[in-house]
């Protein structure tokens, strides 16, 4: 269950405001759920999890299963934006921070053309037990294509007869490249539905899959996104999605264009990361669009902490919030106090994290920071299916109340074009012969 906390907002904008905003969140809500909006071809994550039946999950446990019976200790996952990043957030947020995590470890790849990582990679893999989750729903991109042929070579000669038992293909049902090669190589295949966008992807194979291998519990994900689309869905001020979409936009036209969503626990990083790419590849569009960024306190206090508190007063942050900790640690009692820390003795360390937060929340609304708060209840696999379907579902919602389609990407092609010139790609002859000028 996710709750909205607008109470840090109440000194930058009356309750008159705040209603108006409300009101165009409902309209964006109609827009949505009528299917009427800019991108209606791209909705099929709206209603997804209620498909998502056992059968369709029983599909990603066999693989499971059957990489479990060759012992598979360690899987290449390769895919960049998002065919990545929902599965890195959800793996990350659930996996020990310094132990090996319950299932197989997951490696990610594609998502860079780093040669060093991915080198690095290749070392890590070398005395491993190793298969491969390729993800690429056009099955054209540059990124993972690079990777997956590197590791496909690898598996092929390692392997043999038995490679394309290793590898597992997610793309589209008919279209590109990674089609054509998994149909021609026999992998087991999943579909990326046509109507399901990268950034709203995580709760289909692209995500489950992955987090299924490295040992979580997708059904608990999935009961967990099937009562956030019921909760998500009713017409209603009450209704996190469209409150969140209704202040974030609020905020945005009093001119606070940056907002930063702000985390406690480094569990939380690629949270965020995957926030990021939600809602800057959603919204940044047609000249507008609220900036997103993200920090990690307590850490960030000590980096980014200055320039919030005192810098540009352009920025406003969203708290997302962990009310309920996995684990119980107490500082300990010092009989000499040459630390001066005995006032804190007794006291968990969940207790000064929350102190913590609290005195930044109200610092940050003293030095001009609206504050919108995001409270889960905790850090398991329910509460983050509920997190990541609402968080799309706010997405959809804001991007029409901002005057924007949520769905397509435009601006992603500029560098591609640019990048297969340079890189010699057939048919971009004319513009590297431009683009080389400019260098
Ligand atoms: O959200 C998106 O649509 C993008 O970030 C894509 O996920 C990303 O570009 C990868 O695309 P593909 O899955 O086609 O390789």
Redesign the pocket.
Known sequence: MIKIDKSGCKSFADEKLIDKYLQKALAGFDTLEGGQGAGNDFLGWNRLPETITKDVIDEYKAVVARWQAMKVDTVVVI?????YLGAKAAIHALSHSFLPGKGMQILFAGNSLSEDYLAEMMDAICNRNVACVV???????TE?AVAFRIVKRYIDDKYGAEAAQRIVAVTDRNRGALKSLASAEGYTSFVIEDNI???YSVLTPVGLLAIALAGYDIDAMVRGAQEAQKECSKRSENNPAIQYAAIRNMLYDAGYKTEILVNYSPKLLYVSEWWK?LYG?SEGKDGKGIFPASVSNTTDLHSMGQYIQEGERTLFETVLHVSKCERELRIPMDKDNLDSLNYLAGKRVEECNEGAMNATIMAHIDGGVPQIKVDMERLDEFNLGWLFYFFEKACGISGYVLGVNPFN?PG?EAYKKNMFALLGKPGYEELAVQLKKRM
Do not use: C, D, Y
């Open positions: 895919g960049i934006g998002g065919s993800i690429s729903k056009s099955g054209t991109t993972p966008g990268g950034r790419q590849e990407q992603v």
